[in-house]
């Protein structure tokens, strides 16, 4: 049995493949912090593909503005 993260692992895999690329864009909305899990899942998987996130979570934002100020960058400030 398959769990969500393999299954989107495999299509992810099949897409680059198709389109010869090693680039992956994560896009998230409301719930940001599963893009971000999403970022370090693929990362760790896919360790030669160029990982990038944009996503809107102003919740998270805040948490992390909280947490580690400077490693946010001066346009979330």
Known sequence: ?????????????????TYSTNTVTVVGHSLGALSLLDDVFLNLQLPSVSVSVISYAPGLLILLRLATPQALPQSCN
């Open 1 to 17: 049995m398959y769990s969500t993260a393999e299954n989107v692992l495999s299509y992810v895999r099949i897409v680059m493949s």
